[in-house]
């Protein structure tokens, strides 16, 4: 089946700095990619989609600023958290929508950590 | 809007007991539905789906029926074991392309 490769596992940076979470599909072309975030204990909460050759959409309360995505081909988006908090600290999970009837197809997720 | 409302947790069981997670939608439409499986510190893979109503899905021992009568979308299996500790997500999907819909997820803990 489709996969999609999500880099890094995890993370862990000093507040005040920047991370960039690569997601890439290996085996198709996806020309959407889902970014989800997970509290501990929580369920998945679609922040943004990032569209191949324009501009993302985030979801409502979501930081644009913060939260940047770039969809720079059909087989890769990244995901950049700038000027990281504490609170920014979560699980990052992107994936790439199957057809109707079909699974997505998850990325294996970016445990992030910021001190 | 759609939404996916799932049994509360933790679920703990003894091995070889019978597992119910129950999972109920409100869609507007005619929505396909997911189980997906997350193991600690893991992603998340897909468990079953079912695309229309009366489908059943089946995976590794676990199945669950599309009622759209009772909308819902029950998880069961009928012996588990320790290594199906994990969180179950119930998901739906309203179409092609579009973002999965996750219930919060029920956590799992199965002991011998």
């Known amino acids: 089946g489709a996969v999609v490769s999500q880099h890094p596992s995890w993370v862990i940076c000093k507040s005040g700095t920047s991370v960039k979470i690569e997601c890439r599909s290996l085996?198709?072309?996806?020309?959407?990619m889902f970014w989800y975030r997970q509290f501990p204990k929580q369920s998945l909460m679609l922040m943004a989609t990032s569209n191949e050759g324009s501009k993302a959409t985030y979801e409502q309360g979501v930081e644009k600023d913060k939260f940047l995505i770039n969809h720079a081909s059909l087989t890769l988006s990244t995901l950049t958290v700038t000027s990281a908090h504490p609170e920014d600290s979560s699980f990052y999970i992107c994936s790439a929508p199957g057809g109707k009837g079909a699974e997505a197809f998850f990325g294996q997720g970016t445990r992030l950590t910021v001190v | 809007g759609d939404s996916v409302t799932q049994m509360e947790g933790p679920v703990t069981l003894s091995e070889e007991a019978f597992l119910t997670i129950n999972c109920t939608y409100t869609a507007t439409g005619y929505p396909s539905l997911f189980w997906y499986v997350q193991y600690p510190g893991e992603g998340l893979q897909l468990l079953l789906k079912?695309?229309?109503?009366?489908d059943k899905g089946s995976n590794k021992g676990f199945e669950a029926t599309y009622r759209k009568e009772t909308t819902s979308f029950h998880l069961e299996k009928g012996s588990v074991q320790v290594s199906d500790s994990a969180v179950y997500f119930c998901a739906l999907s309203d179409g092609a392309g579009t973002a999965l819909i996750f219930g919060k997820g029920t956590t799992l803990s199965v002991s011998s």
């Open positions: 079912a695309t229309k109503a009366d």
């Open positions: 085996d198709f072309q996806a020309t959407t």
